[in-house]
């Protein structure tokens, strides 16, 4: 019997057809083994040593894999043709090498597709495992780890609030952060623009101005509105007469197929969909044997799929659609042993594949990939230009036609910023011709910001400066987002007060790290393994040597120093300069103090040098930018008409809140999400206060109902049970007999309690885009769930239910449901009592030296990213 090992159990279903009855397929279910998360799991004294430990929920697997290599006469590991695949394949040699249940006969064999033809092909022709990159795997895994175990320690002790930092997710991030800033620091720019609607032969066209007073205008010389209707009156009272025509033909040429990274960019353009979802899905596909493998940096395609797609153009076309000659594409790949084919369908006559998530993504792969093979589109760029009789002011219009469609007729690029000008279809015009007028617009404009870079835009940006690999984006960013460093709205990332703490943090004091030049030339060097061109310690040993030091000199600092330094380094940031003139250090509310950073538990702030006299706090994320001021101190309120406290609004770590009282004794109440806490005046902060309310007497129990806010939103309790209300307003206005009938229905679906039938959902989140199942966001005893009536999902404390999407619903449960059914935990057995004996009579005791105090544990060390 042979055995075969790949890492799915989909892939090893798929394998196990084409391989005849002397085959026997398991999957590892991924990687097997790692580090493990504890200081010394690699040795730098030792030649960067390193121990691995399994892991504990792959030990049934391991222990059938391990049963079945006993018996094999050869073990054929056919795990993924790239690096990673080729690391799961050396761990699990090495661990049956060391339970003794090698096989004599040990193969790699790697396939680009799981096909029939590729399978078998593989099979034909093993080889040994590939040394150089399972070196490029232990290199890159030790340095993840020296870099994780190494300087979170430091982020603990000097950072308060910080969680842990990796060797490229720390970059990405900056490059989140930095864009931030640019945004914060960017000041608009007025300027106009003055355009005339035209007409010739009955079809409108729009011409801008570009010529005022004899002299060319650029973008920006209309700077204000004086001098946008100087401009605009002087068109208005010209007679435009076309001075010159000018055509160009343009030809374009097909994109390549498809990479890692840019499938991963025109996923999120077109499809809306996350790198980490993109890449899901994208495996299944491979696994099913729709598409090549999904992790590579090669644009090629073999000759017999490029030759497959040139008769699948022909026959969907015609032959004008298809070149005389197949297009080549090259990689750009410094690593070509890591560049394999490009991502394309194994079949070009597949025109779908799957449904939902899967058809659109398989749709994206075909078309691009046949796209690659078209014919280059052909268009013409037409300028006409214009100008009065006084020849002072001029009028441009573009046009573009397309003359052939080529591949454009299958598929166009999608664009991260499209600020295409050159319009549409133009009529026809001749020299002299002079175009009727019909309109004059000025319009006004301003400069806008650089946009906050979304998954595809980084993605793009990552893959230009050599930032990491693409098969590493996805979990990058997953990283970013789990760690709540960064969040995303509307489909584009926002730096959080962690992350821009923790990046001001590194650029200080670990400057060399986070550069990208820096981070680029390491993965460079570490490609260079792969490629047998470098030796893994050497690499590991030039880092190390001055990277330890490092930490060991941040680590020796004083927190005050480190706060300090950060004061300084972020002081632009902190405290801009203010249009008037005046400190921007200087207290608002006592005047006489100086603002500087300081460290807490939670966190840094910003606070008064007068404290504990003046006690004005802002928050690190506002920064100098639009909010700086929003939050000065505790804000004076009024007077609690019944006890004659003194009630204020504040801004703590979870928000804004208003508080009763003082010290320990303090009442305390959140300001609720749907009232805005400029709206808080002294009226509702005493109601808020006040809660719970009691709405009444329940008639059929004689019980209390009372209306409060609770953790998940406001809601009415009784004698155990509960029911959810609308808003907070309706927590202060709901009376009795709408309570009474809000409280049976929810009783009758289960509302607040637990084990009380079926509950009402909070929302139809829709059909799962894959199993076409409903998904339902629910309110569970713990916080929010999603469910699709099989697999339930907390949410997240990084995902807002308010804005929820159905992919990322949908997504949450696939990954429930990959990880298979939750574990219950057993109890353990306890042993019966044995009948207590008589007593004798007590010895007397001897005299026992004192034990010494246990040592203190180090403390923990972070796992790398």
């Not at 301003?446 to 946009?451: V, Y």
Request: net charge positive; hydrophobic share 35%; proline share 6%.
């Amino acid at each position: 019997m042979q055995l075969v090992i790949v890492e799915s159990p989909a892939k090893a279903k798929t394998i196990e057809k084409y391989l005849g009855s002397d085959f026997k397929v398991l999957a590892s279910y991924g990687h097997i083994r790692d580090l493990p998360p504890k200081d010394g799991s690699v040795d730098p004294d030792d030649g960067f040593a390193m121990t691995w430990q399994n892991y504990p929920d792959k030990a049934k697997q391991l222990k059938e894999i391990t049963a079945e290599s006993k018996k094999a006469t050869r073990l054929i590991l056919a795990t993924d043709p790239d690096r990673e695949g080729e690391a799961i394949s050396w761990h699990v040699q090495e661990v049956l090498r060391n339970k003794n249940a090698l096989p004599d006969k040990v193969d790699r064999v790697t396939f680009n597709a799981i096909t029939k033809a590729a399978v078998t092909e593989a099979m034909a022709h093993p080889r040994a495992l590939d040394e150089d990159l399972i070196d490029a795997y232990r290199a890159r895994r030790a340095l993840d780890y020296l870099v994780g175990f190494t300087l979170s320690p430091v982020l603990w002790r000097k950072l308060p609030g910080a969680k842990s930092a990796g060797r490229v997710q720390s970059v990405s991030l900056r490059l989140i952060v930095e864009r931030e800033r640019e945004i914060e620091a960017f000041r608009p720019q007025e300027y106009w623009s003055v355009t005339a609607q035209m007409e010739q032969g009955g079809q409108a066209f729009e011409a801008r101005l570009t010529v005022h007073d004899g002299k060319k205008v650029g973008k920006m010389d209309l700077a204000n509105e004086d001098q946008a209707m100087l401009a605009k009156t002087a068109v208005e009272n010209g007679l435009f007469t076309i001075e010159s025509i000018e055509t160009k033909p343009l030809t374009r040429n097909p994109p390549p197929p498809f990479t890692t990274s840019t499938l991963q960019q025109e996923a999120a353009r077109k499809l809306g969909y996350s790198a980490s979802h993109t890449m899901r899905v994208a495996q299944q596909l491979y696994e099913d044997g729709a598409i090549t493998y999904m992790r590579t940096d090669g644009v090629q395609m073999d000759g017999s799929a490029i030759s497959a797609a040139r008769k699948a153009i022909a026959d969907r076309y015609d032959a004008s659609y298809v070149p005389d000659s197949p297009r080549i594409y090259k990689t750009k790949a410094k690593n070509a042993q890591e560049a394999h084919e490009a991502i394309r369908p194994t079949s070009f006559t597949n025109r779908t594949v799957g449904s939902g998530d899967h058809a659109k993504l398989y749709d994206l792969v075909l078309k691009r990939a046949m796209a690659s093979q078209m014919a280059s589109a052909r268009l013409e760029r037409t300028t006409v230009e214009m100008l009065d009789g006084t020849g002072k002011t001029g009028l441009r219009a573009n046009g573009q036609v397309v003359k052939f469609p080529g591949f454009l007729a299958l598929y166009e690029e999608g664009r991260d910023d499209d600020n295409d000008e050159d319009g549409g279809l133009l009529p026809a015009m001749s020299k002299g011709d002079s175009p009727a007028k019909k309109a004059v617009n000025a319009i006004q404009h301003f400069t806008q910001p650089p946009p906050r870079y979304s998954e595809a835009s980084l993605v793009k940006k990552m893959e230009e400066l050599g930032i990491g690999r693409p098969s590493t984006y996805a979990s990058i960013i997953k990283t970013l987002k789990d760690r709540a460093y960064v969040r995303i709205e509307k489909n584009r990332f926002f730096a959080e007060e962690s992350g821009r703490l923790l990046t001001g943090f590194l650029e200080r004091f670990f400057d060399r790290y986070v550069a990208y030049d820096y981070t680029a030339g390491l993965e460079d060097e570490l490609d260079e393994v792969s490629g047998g061109r470098a030796q893994w310690q050497a690499i590991l040993e030039a880092f190390w040597h001055d990277f330890k030091p490092k930490t060991v000199e941040v680590m020796e600092k004083l927190p005050s120093e480190v706060t300090a330094e950060l004061d300084t380094f972020l002081g632009a940031y902190l405290f801009p300069e203010k249009e008037d003139g005046t400190d921007p250090r200087q207290c608002p509310r006592c005047s006489g103090g100086k603002l500087a950073l300081r460290g807490g538990r939670f966190g840094a702030f910003v606070a008064c040098s007068n404290y504990p006299e003046c006690k004005f706090t802002r928050r690190f994320a506002q920064g100098g930018g639009a909010n700086a001021d929003e939050d000065e101190g505790p804000q004076e309120l009024g007077v609690d008409p019944d006890s004659d406290e003194k009630i204020t609004k504040k801004v703590g770590r979870f928000g804004p809140y208003v508080e009763k009282g003082e010290g320990k004794e303090a009442k305390r109440s959140s300001i609720p999400k749907d009232i805005p806490p400029e709206d808080i005046g002294l009226e509702w902060a005493v109601k808020l206060l006040s809660l719970p309310r009691e709405v009444g007497i329940h008639p059929e129990t004689s019980e209390p109902v009372t209306a409060q806010i609770g953790r998940y939103g406001p809601y009415l309790s009784h004698n155990g049970s509960s029911a959810r209300l609308e808003n907070t307003l309706e927590v202060f206005e709901i009376g009795m007999n709408a309570a009474v009938a809000k409280l049976a229905d929810a009783a009758k679906s289960g509302g607040g309690g637990r084990g009380r039938g079926k509950m009402e959902p909070l929302k139809i989140m829709g059909n799962h885009p894959r199993t076409e199942t409903e998904i339902k966001l629910m309110d569970g005893r713990y916080g929010p769930y999603v469910t699709d009536g099989t697999t339930n999902v907390s949410l997240p404390k990084t995902l807002d239910k308010d804005q929820l999407t159905l992919e990322e619903a949908a997504q949450l449960i696939d990954d429930r449901a990959a990880k298979g059914p939750a574990k219950k935990r057993t109890k353990k057995a306890v042993p019966k009592k044995k009948p207590v004996a008589q007593k004798k009579p007590a010895a007397k005791k001897k005299s026992v030296a004192k034990k010494k105090p246990a040592a203190k544990k180090a403390p923990a060390k972070a796992k790398t990213k």
